[in-house]
């Protein structure tokens, strides 16, 4: 089966400037993650969809961070205006069901984001 | 708030050697996994743990979970160049997947 895909890879832009990426999980996969990685940190979450409806958002910036999950399938995570400490790996996410307990999660090859 | 400490941060090892990495939790977990991530890659499931006291073991690597469910522990025996990466640990607690800081394995020149 065709893994989650990601894009950009890489994307560089400088500060206040606003950013998008795109997240496509695996086929028929309900839940979808938004994780941001600082070089060296584990896995941070900042947004878990169960198909379009939004289960944890508790960690993320919503002055600054936006995301979307459309018809329940792709994904986008927006940053405007975005900050130096935003310099991260931004990982999308999927599991199969509801996201509970015993789901394993899929992920992409991850945006690289690097704000000057 | 729950947090799942993982030590040590980094761990060098000639190749040959055994490496080991821990995880301790502040709550009782209802699971545990354990993620693999090659540098420049992203993580990559190896197992989840679920029954208090459980081993599980893939080839050299070996998984404890705690009598408590509160830790866990990854130990690989023999390391090889392809065991380079670092090593996640991420707890199942409150409806929350909480992921350790990982361990970064090394192998020296």
């Known amino acids: 089966e065709a893994g989650v895909a990601q894009s950009p890879r890489y994307k560089i832009i400088e500060k206040r400037q606003s950013v998008a990426f795109w997240c496509n999980p695996i086929s028929g996969h309900a839940t979808l993650y938004w994780y941001q990685q600082i070089l060296g940190q584990g896995p941070k979450l900042l947004i878990q969809f169960q198909n379009n409806g939004v289960v944890d958002d508790s960690q993320l910036p919503k002055d600054r961070f936006s995301a979307e999950r459309l018809k329940g399938v792709d994904s986008t995570l927006k940053i405007q205006p975005a900050k130096l400490e935003d310099s991260a790996v931004y990982l999308c996410?999927?599991?199969?069901?509801?996201?509970?307990?015993?789901?394993?999660?899929?992920f992409g090859s991850g945006t690289q984001l690097s704000v000057l | 708030g729950q947090q799942v400490m993982q030590i040590p941060q980094y761990q060098h090892v000639q190749e040959g050697e055994d490496f080991t990495t821990y995880c301790n939790s502040s709550?009782?977990?209802?699971?545990i996994q354990w993620y693999k991530q090659r540098p420049g890659g992203h993580p990559v499931f190896l197992i989840q743990?679920?029954?208090s006291g459980e081993v599980k073991k893939q080839k050299r690597l070996t998984f404890q979970f705690g009598e408590a469910k509160k830790n866990s522990s990854l130990h690989i025996t023999a390391t090889q160049t392809t065991d380079v990466g670092t090593y996640f640990c991420?707890?199942?607690?409150?409806?929350?997947?909480?992921w350790g800081a990982g361990t970064k394995l090394i192998i020296k020149p």
């Open positions: 991420a707890g199942y607690s409150n409806y929350q997947l909480i």
């Open positions: 709550t009782t977990l209802s699971n």
């Open positions: 743990l679920v029954k």
């Open positions: 996410a999927s599991s199969r069901r509801g996201g509970g307990a015993n789901e394993k999660l899929f």
